[in-house]
Structures are given as structure tokens and as C-alpha cells.
């Protein structure tokens, strides 16, 4: 049994890896967690494990490196897709997996290091680019600017009801949007929407751009909501 240790600060991610992994009998996933601090202290308690950690948690790999030979365990990095592989390989890494390789990819990766082997992606992902834009640009021209919203949102890890309540209408409403949103991307649940959102970079990023716009609306109104609030107060106070 091969113990594995996951940290990435996006929940959504964070979990749809630990369902790939949790599926196959030979690993088990002993703690996972969403900065590169608590990703020390899980090192330090586990030792001998498979520490899959992504590069966006910005961890001191001069501190990294060294606590993982010490108590003789391997780093897995999950690099972005806009990231050159070899360069975490030469920092002393076993293996790269990129944010938009397969399941299965992260299936081999794994098991080549804990073989005691290395792992790279067999190419890096400029070839495959192209169509996997196409598709990210596909789906995102087909989701309505509605569907886009509850995207984004989903991808935030919201529940139904946070969304609803943040679009301001009925958690119905929001179901039968998923429905379409599913039909439209072909996934069948919310985890398997939020990772096919962040494997496609154009997708992804529109959806990121839907997300700020969100916060910023809601910042404006609670904002306007506060000077609405003293203009109130004072003209009761002048009255």
C-alpha cells in the first residue's frame, strides 16, 4: 500500500484527484492540504509517502527537497499547463503532472514513482494545445451567460444554495441550469464539471474572468448598500 499526501489550494481539484487515486487499491490517501504549510507538517507526520503537491502553492523548495529525503519520501509536482515540466525535475522532483493530463496519466505517474522511477509527461502539451482550445472555446461560445455564472461559481467549490442565494434566485432554478450545463459540456455531476473547466485553459479562463466579476458586483453592492444605509441614517437624524 503506497500512502499518498495531496496538497493543492483548489478544493475542487484537490478532490477529483484524490478521486482517481482512491480508486485504485494500491494507494491510500493519508492527508491532503491547501497550503504549502500544512503540506510541511503532513510530511513531517507521514514519512515514506508519495507527496503530490502543486506547483501554485509557491512551496520553499529549498526546505522541500530537503524534509522529503530526510524522512524518505517522493514529490509529485502538478504543474500548470503554461509550465516547462524538466524545469521541476531539475530541482530534484520524481515526477510532473500537468493540470490538464488524464486520470490515467496521473495513474502512471504515480506508480512510476513509487517504483522508484522518474515521470514525465511523454510530450509537453503545445501539440495538444490547439485542440484542446477548440474545445474550450466550443463549450465556453455554447454556455449561456448564466450557465457561465453558475460555472464559475461551481468552480469557487459553492454549493447549490450559496449559488442560488449569490444569483439571487431558487436553488431549482440552479438545478435545472446544471442540467443544461451537463447536456452541454458532457459530465455528469458537479466535480467531473469544475476539473473539465480547469483542464481547458480558454474555458477556464473565461470562467476565472465570470468569477472576479462576480466579487466585484458583490463588493459594489455591499458597498452601495452601506453609504445607502448612512444616507438613511442621517436623513432620519436631520428629520
Same mark, same amino acid.
Given at each position: 500500500?503506497? !500512502?499518498?499526501?495531496?496538497?493543492?489550494?483548489?478544493? +475542487?481539484?484537490?478532490?477529483?484527484?484524490? =478521486?482517481?487515486?482512491?480508486?485504485?487499491?494500491?494507494? $491510500? /490517501? +493519508?492527508?491532503?492540504?491547501?497550503?504549502?504549510?500544512?503540506?510541511?507538517?503532513?510530511?513531517?507526520?507521514?514519512?515514506?509517502?508519495?507527496?503530490?503537491?502543486?506547483?501554485?502553492?509557491?512551496?520553499?523548495?529549498?526546505?522541500?527537497?530537503?524534509?522529503?529525503?530526510?524522512?524518505?519520501?517522493?514529490? @509529485?509536482? @502538478?504543474?500548470?499547463?503554461?509550465?516547462?515540466?524538466?524545469?521541476?525535475?531539475?530541482?530534484?522532483?520524481?515526477?510532473? /503532472?500537468?493540470?490538464?493530463?488524464?486520470?490515467?496519466? #496521473?495513474?502512471?505517474?504515480?506508480?512510476?514513482?513509487?517504483?522508484?522511477?522518474?515521470?514525465?509527461? &511523454?510530450?509537453? $502539451?503545445?501539440?495538444?494545445?490547439?485542440?484542446?482550445?477548440? *474545445?474550450?472555446?466550443? &463549450? $465556453?461560445?455554447? #454556455?449561456?451567460?448564466?450557465?457561465?455564472?453558475? &460555472?464559475?461559481?461551481?468552480?469557487?467549490?459553492?454549493?447549490?444554495?450559496? /449559488?442560488?442565494?449569490?444569483? =439571487?434566485?431558487?436553488?431549482? *432554478? @440552479? =438545478?435545472?441550469?446544471?442540467?443544461?450545463?451537463?447536456? !452541454?459540456?458532457?459530465?455528469?455531476?458537479?466535480?467531473?464539471?469544475?476539473?473539465?473547466?480547469?483542464?481547458?485553459? *480558454?474555458?477556464?479562463?473565461?470562467?476565472?474572468?465570470?468569477?472576479? $466579476? /462576480?466579487?466585484?458586483?458583490?463588493?459594489?453592492?455591499?458597498?452601495?448598500?452601506?453609504?445607502?444605509? !448612512? *444616507?438613511?441614517? @442621517?436623513?432620519?437624524?436631520?428629520?
Amino acid at each position: 500500500m503506497n !500512502k499518498i499526501i495531496l496538497a493543492d489550494s483548489q478544493a +475542487i481539484f484537490r478532490a477529483g484527484t484524490a =478521486k482517481v487515486l482512491a480508486a485504485d487499491d494500491d494507494f $491510500r /490517501i +493519508i492527508a491532503q492540504c491547501s497550503d504549502a504549510e500544512r503540506m510541511m507538517h503532513a510530511i513531517t507526520t507521514f514519512p515514506h509517502a508519495i507527496v503530490i503537491f502543486a506547483s501554485a502553492l509557491r512551496a520553499d523548495y529549498s526546505r522541500l527537497r530537503p524534509l522529503l529525503e530526510s524522512v524518505n519520501s517522493r514529490g @509529485i509536482v @502538478i504543474a500548470e499547463n503554461s509550465e516547462i515540466p524538466t524545469s521541476y525535475m531539475q530541482l530534484g522532483f520524481r515526477g510532473v /503532472i500537468q493540470r490538464n493530463s488524464t486520470g490515467a496519466a #496521473l495513474v502512471e505517474c504515480v506508480r512510476k514513482v513509487c517504483a522508484g522511477e522518474t515521470w514525465l509527461p &511523454v510530450h509537453t $502539451r503545445v501539440t495538444d494545445a490547439p485542440e484542446q482550445d477548440l *474545445v474550450g472555446i466550443r &463549450v $465556453r461560445d455554447r #454556455l449561456t451567460p448564466k450557465e457561465m455564472r453558475i &460555472v464559475a461559481l461551481i468552480v469557487q467549490g459553492c454549493k447549490n444554495r450559496e /449559488i442560488a442565494n449569490r444569483l =439571487k434566485t431558487t436553488e431549482q *432554478v @440552479i =438545478k435545472n441550469y446544471l442540467r443544461s450545463i451537463y447536456d !452541454k459540456t458532457g459530465v455528469s455531476d458537479r466535480l467531473e464539471l469544475a476539473l473539465f473547466t480547469l483542464h481547458h485553459r *480558454v474555458l477556464a479562463e473565461a470562467a476565472a474572468d465570470v468569477g472576479s $466579476r /462576480i466579487e466585484a458586483e458583490e463588493s459594489a453592492g455591499s458597498a452601495g448598500g452601506g453609504r445607502s444605509s !448612512k *444616507v438613511q441614517s @442621517i436623513t432620519r437624524t436631520g428629520t
